[in-house]
């Protein structure tokens, strides 16, 4: 059963524009989300996180926008760079768990085209 | 200054094989986990450590055996290789608690190929 869930494979944009990933949950338990990033033959690294309490979280080009109702979070990048090209995961957790378990969606890969 | 290293990076081996992957990490964290990533490219936790306790056991078969020597390391043993054990294996390290708790770092992947 998946828990966290990226619906598109992947996304090409234009550098300069901005690029938009989803990110789905179906448990209602989670109350921390979070944005990999993760480039070919190296681990994933860590982009930006929410907590539920907030809706949104901004860092530099990038905004994660959270909307508990419809369980759902996207990833903004603005403007795009080709640098951003890599593959983007979502995961989540639930911080009053008796452990630190992310679940992780299955990846958006983005292409950013000069 | 690598945060979180795995050791080896690429591992081919003959189904039924025993062997090792290692990880260490220098960031001061007490919780170390593994993940594999297999063909349909989800991450999934196997297993996670806190301060050399075994805190999670995801369901995987008893031929996987982490051990944690100490706070800063921990590794994957797996019996009896399979063809299904092919996979790319991160391993990953967070603080238990305070700021960033949430955040965890993840070591390059082991490439693991059963022939």
């Known amino acids: 059963d998946q828990q966290v869930k990226q619906n598109s494979p992947s996304l090409s944009v234009q550098e300069g524009r901005i690029s938009i990933l989803n990110c789905d949950y179906t448990?209602?338990?989670?109350?921390?989300f979070l944005w990999y990033k993760k480039y070919p033959a190296e681990g994933p690294t860590f982009l930006i996180s929410?907590?539920?309490?907030?809706d949104k979280n901004e860092d530099g080009r990038f905004t994660v926008f959270l909307n508990k109702s419809a369980k759902h979070l996207s990833l903004h990048i603005v403007p795009s760079q080709p640098g951003d090209s890599a593959v983007y995961f979502c995961?989540?957790?639930?911080?009053?768990?008796?452990?630190?378990?992310?679940?992780f969606g299955k990846g958006t890969l983005l292409t950013v085209n000069p | 200054d690598t945060a979180v290293s795995q050791t080896p990076k690429y591992l081919v081996t003959q189904m039924g094989n025993d062997k090792s992957i290692k990880c260490e990490q220098n960031l001061g964290h007490d919780t170390m986990y593994w993940y594999k990533q297999d063909s349909k490219k989800f991450l999934k936790i196997m297993f996670s450590y806190n301060n050399k306790e075994l805190i999670i056991n995801e369901t995987v078969p008893n031929r996987f055996s982490p051990k944690s020597p100490d706070k800063a390391h921990l590794n994957l043993h797996i019996n009896s290789l399979e063809l299904g054990d092919s996979a790319v294996y991160f391993c990953?390290?967070?603080?238990?608690?305070?700021?960033?708790?949430?955040?965890?770092?993840f070591g390059p992947g082991t490439r693991l190929t059963v022939l």
């Open positions: 448990n209602s338990m989670f109350d921390y």
């Open positions: 929410i907590s539920s309490i907030k």
């Open positions: 990953a390290s967070s603080l238990a608690r305070g700021r960033g708790y949430n955040e965890q770092f």
């Open positions: 995961a989540a957790r639930n911080s009053g768990g008796s452990n630190y378990k992310l679940t």
